[in-house]
């Protein structure tokens, strides 16, 4: 593996290897860059030798000076950058110290009442909590334990030798630790009162609301799916509507392994009479949709849903490429972008079955 060189280095190399005062062109991966509009706001050339970022190929091992809309400068190489947007939507995740700032840090308050001397019962107080009755001197866990299913002595019994002495000496009853769920989803975090609550697995839990009632690959009415948030969407779905007369009331696919913390995955428009999935894609106001990791995301759900026999049509705009074979390029809702989607489905298909539902 190279190591990332400056880019005064990394451009001087490129020169000699390329026999040329210009190796790169400007305007030569400007296709590439497209679709990161932020990433384009970041990037001076006047910080980075006078090299526009047209002329810097995505994969390049080369460190590049970066400024946020806040006037943060940090070094990155292309691909750490086009990485770094993750699941959340704020824009400050494409700046590592505006990310940092927030961050919400979380302040122990102490009060007077933390510090007193132990309770009745012999246990010292939980100096993270400040839940206090004056009507009962007991400590927070024996409370929390009065009238639950299990006793202290049965959770002591269950739980690991490190979260054991913590409980011994009421240190832990505010802290998270990590479980391990019974069906094999891996383990979660929970503190002990959302234990003795009734927390269990966020996938157990998610699982038997929807997804444990439908077999793989089954099309279903989730109360997990999130809500269309686009009118681009609506519209889509609105014309589909007019010329294929399917079933469009699933939101949800059952799938065999968990996306995140479900056994399900929500396509833009789901189509269980042709087992199709149609997703349409855009970088967003703030360049923060589809790109960088949570690309990476968008393929893990295409194979999830190819794996329980689905395909996937992606509908490509803002400068997005396409991810898979079956995805089309536009610029926006149209009634040529419905005909081009529909000689799609008749490929995946075929021509007698797609026509069969045609209004």
Same mark, same amino acid.
Not at 181 to 196: D, F, T
């Given at each position: 593996?190279?190591?990332?060189?400056?880019?005064?280095?990394?451009?001087?190399?490129?020169?000699?290897?390329?026999?040329?005062?210009?190796?790169?062109?400007?305007?030569?991966?400007?296709?590439?860059?497209?679709?990161?509009?932020?990433?384009?706001?970041?990037?001076?050339?006047?910080?980075?030798?006078?090299?526009?970022?047209?002329?810097?190929?995505?994969?390049?091992?080369?460190?590049?000076?970066?400024?946020?809309?806040?006037?943060?400068?940090?070094?990155?190489?292309?691909?750490?950058?086009?990485?770094?947007? =993750?699941? +959340? #939507? *704020?824009? /400050?995740?494409? %700046? @590592?110290?505006?990310?940092?700032?927030?961050?919400? &840090?979380?302040?122990?308050?102490?009060?007077?009442?933390?510090?007193?001397?132990?309770?009745?019962?012999?246990?010292?107080?939980?100096?993270?909590?400040?839940?206090?009755?004056?009507?009962?001197?007991?400590?927070?866990?024996?409370?929390?334990?009065?009238?639950?299913?299990?006793?202290?002595?049965?959770?002591?019994?269950?739980?690991?030798?490190?979260?054991?002495?913590?409980?011994?000496?009421?240190? =832990?009853? +505010? #802290? *998270?630790? /990590?479980?391990? %769920? @019974?069906?094999?989803?891996?383990?979660?975090?929970? &503190?002990?009162?959302?234990?003795?609550?009734?927390?269990?697995?966020?996938?157990?839990?998610?699982?038997?609301?929807?997804?444990?009632?439908?077999?793989?690959?089954?099309?279903?009415?989730?109360?997990?799916?999130?809500?269309?948030?686009?009118?681009?969407?609506?519209?889509?779905?609105?014309?589909?509507?007019?010329?294929?007369?399917?079933?469009?009331?699933?939101?949800?696919?059952?799938?065999?392994?968990?996306?995140?913390?479900?056994?399900?995955?929500?396509?833009?428009?789901?189509?269980?009479?042709?087992?199709?999935?149609?997703?349409?894609?855009?970088?967003?106001?703030?360049?923060?949709?589809?790109?960088?990791?949570?690309?990476?995301?968008?393929?893990?759900?295409?194979?999830?849903?190819?794996?329980?026999?689905?395909?996937?049509?992606?509908?490509?705009?803002?400068?997005?490429?396409?991810?898979?074979?079956?995805?089309?390029?536009?610029?926006?809702?149209?009634?040529?972008?419905?005909?081009?989607?529909?000689?799609?489905?008749?490929?995946?298909?075929?021509?007698?079955?797609?026509?069969?539902?045609?209004?």
């Amino acid at each position: 593996m190279r190591v990332p060189e400056n880019v005064e280095q990394w451009w001087s190399r490129r020169q000699w290897s390329k026999a040329t005062a210009v190796p790169y062109p400007v305007g030569r991966f400007r296709s590439d860059w497209e679709r990161y509009p932020v990433l384009i706001r970041q990037y001076h050339p006047d910080l980075n030798g006078g090299v526009s970022l047209s002329q810097v190929p995505p994969v390049a091992e080369v460190y590049l000076l970066w400024e946020c809309d806040s006037g943060h400068r940090f070094v990155a190489t292309p691909e750490e950058q086009r990485q770094r947007p =993750g699941r +959340s #939507r *704020r824009r /400050s995740n494409w %700046c @590592p110290e505006c990310a940092a700032l927030a961050v919400r &840090r979380r302040v122990p308050i102490r009060t007077a009442a933390t510090e007193a001397e132990p309770h009745v019962c012999g246990h010292p107080r939980d100096v993270d909590r400040i839940e206090f009755d004056p009507d009962d001197d007991r400590c927070y866990l024996c409370r929390r334990l009065d009238g639950a299913p299990v006793t202290r002595d049965e959770l002591l019994a269950i739980v690991a030798p490190r979260l054991r002495a913590d409980l011994a000496m009421e240190t =832990g009853v +505010s #802290r *998270r630790y /990590s479980w391990i %769920c @019974p069906v094999g989803h891996g383990s979660y975090q929970a &503190r002990i009162e959302q234990l003795l609550n009734g927390r269990r697995c966020r996938i157990c839990y998610h699982a038997r609301a929807a997804a444990d009632r439908f077999a793989l690959g089954e099309a279903f009415h989730s109360p997990w799916a999130p809500k269309p948030a686009s009118a681009a969407e609506g519209d889509l779905r609105a014309r589909l509507t007019a010329r294929l007369d399917v079933d469009f009331g699933c939101n949800a696919v059952r799938v065999a392994r968990p996306f995140f913390t479900h056994l399900e995955v929500w396509p833009d428009i789901v189509m269980p009479e042709l087992r199709v999935a149609i997703e349409y894609d855009t970088t967003g106001r703030d360049g923060l949709e589809h790109v960088g990791r949570r690309e990476d995301t968008d393929r893990r759900k295409d194979r999830m849903l190819r794996a329980v026999g689905w395909e996937v049509v992606r509908i490509r705009c803002g400068k997005l490429q396409p991810l898979g074979r079956h995805d089309l390029a536009t610029s926006g809702v149209s009634d040529a972008l419905i005909e081009r989607l529909l000689d799609r489905l008749r490929e995946i298909r075929g021509d007698l079955i797609v026509n069969s539902y045609l209004r």
